[in-house]
């Protein structure tokens, strides 16, 4: 995807409304939007959107974990998989 080739002054936005919904929706790609020849939007479809959204957080989530790898602030994978068989051993006692 080449940015250059989805940027809209304003005006087209105004004017092709329901064609860029329906563009958006097929392509899924973003379309920038100017004013006074400065980029000022980006409009894209709501599945792209959420999806970009998921992405991000995912992102979030292996950050925090990598600062808690780097803090020394986890478990090796043996030493939880054998607590967590011993919990299983004590509910199933119970």
């Given at each position: 995807?080449?940015l250059?080739d989805?940027?809209?002054?304003i ?23 100017t ?22 957080a ?37």
């Amino acid at each position: 995807m080449h940015l250059a080739d989805h940027v809209k002054p304003i005006s087209y936005l105004k004017s092709e409304a329901a064609q860029i919904v329906k563009d958006l929706t097929e392509s899924g790609e973003p379309l920038i939007i100017t004013q006074n020849g400065e980029a000022k939007l980006v409009v894209q479809d709501v599945r792209t959107y959420e999806s970009t959204q998921q992405t991000i957080a995912l992102l979030k989530i292996l950050a925090i974990g990598q600062k808690q790898i780097e803090r020394g602030d986890h478990v090796d994978g043996d030493e939880f998989f054998a607590e967590l068989n011993e919990l299983d051993q004590h509910e199933k006692l119970r």
